[in-house]
């Protein structure tokens, strides 16, 4: 069964530092990776996704996403942090069983608070 | 704005009682997808619906039903209710079939129930 973790309830950072969010995930075949954001009050917004090809993956806002075959990992990153970035960050898998049915995954989701 | 609009936008109930969520998809998009957020439960995926059949199925209740409809509109009907049904329930939207599992997908602003 494939699952996704994020091990980090919330993470703090300081505005204008590095911040990253982490994920790790697990699945049987090749894994398509996704990060989404959500804003209070407000639906999930698709940041970035990771199919094939370069392990680095840029998004939206001025996110990346670097994937990590070997530790089974894909962490969103951002050079520079915005208070405006605040929010929840979910990452999620998706895999296609031998039926060609679709699976999607989701992480329980990290709060950001990026501070003044 | 996500163009995927969901309506109601919030629905109070009571145990026992059926209720139906109505999603339209963003024009053009043939696949529509149902998830539930909850506290407890976090996000998960519910069902994906791609021209009017079945495509996808995640953690549905045998409760819980969905369809897509001709004009490719979606409703997901949830029965029987009970107090833990109580979640914020997102549609999103995508184009592709066969490339389900990587493409991207935009989300509606969300039902929010409560069964009381």
């Known amino acids: 069964a494939q699952s996704v973790a994020q091990p980090e309830d919330q993470v703090n950072v300081a505005e204008g530092n590095p911040l990253t969010v982490k994920c790790t995930y697990s699945?049987?075949?090749?894994?398509?990776l996704f990060w989404y954001v959500q804003y209070p009050n407000r639906g999930l917004q698709f940041l970035l996704k990771?199919?094939?090809?370069?392990?680095l993956v840029k998004g939206s806002y001025g996110f990346e996403a670097e994937f990590n075959k070997s530790q089974t990992s894909f962490h969103l990153k951002k050079p520079s942090a915005l208070v405006s970035d605040s929010a929840l960050y979910f990452c999620a898998v998706r895999d296609v069983d031998s039926g060609g049915y679709q699976k999607v995954t989701f992480g329980i989701g990290t709060k950001l608070q990026v501070i003044p | 704005d996500s163009g995927v609009t969901q309506t109601p936008k919030h629905l109070i109930t009571a145990t026992g009682q059926r209720v139906t969520l109505r999603c339209s998809p963003r024009?053009?998009?043939?696949?529509v997808y149902w998830y539930q957020q909850s506290l407890d439960q976090g996000l998960q995926f519910l069902i994906q619906?791609?021209?009017?059949?079945?495509?996808a199925k995640g953690n549905i209740l045998e409760r819980f039903s969905a369809q897509q409809f001709p004009d490719l509109h979606s409703e997901l009907n949830l029965s029987s209710l009970e107090l833990g049904d109580s979640a914020l329930y997102f549609c999103?939207?995508?184009?592709?079939?066969?490339?389900?599992?990587?493409?991207?997908?935009?989300f509606g602003p969300g039902t929010r129930l409560l069964v009381l």
């Open positions: 999103a939207s995508s184009a592709y079939k066969d490339r389900g599992a990587q493409e991207t997908q935009y």
């Open positions: 024009s053009g998009d043939l696949s």
């Open positions: 990771y199919i094939t090809g370069d392990n």
């Open positions: 699945v049987s075949g090749n894994p398509y």
């Open positions: 619906y791609y021209n009017g059949e079945e495509r």
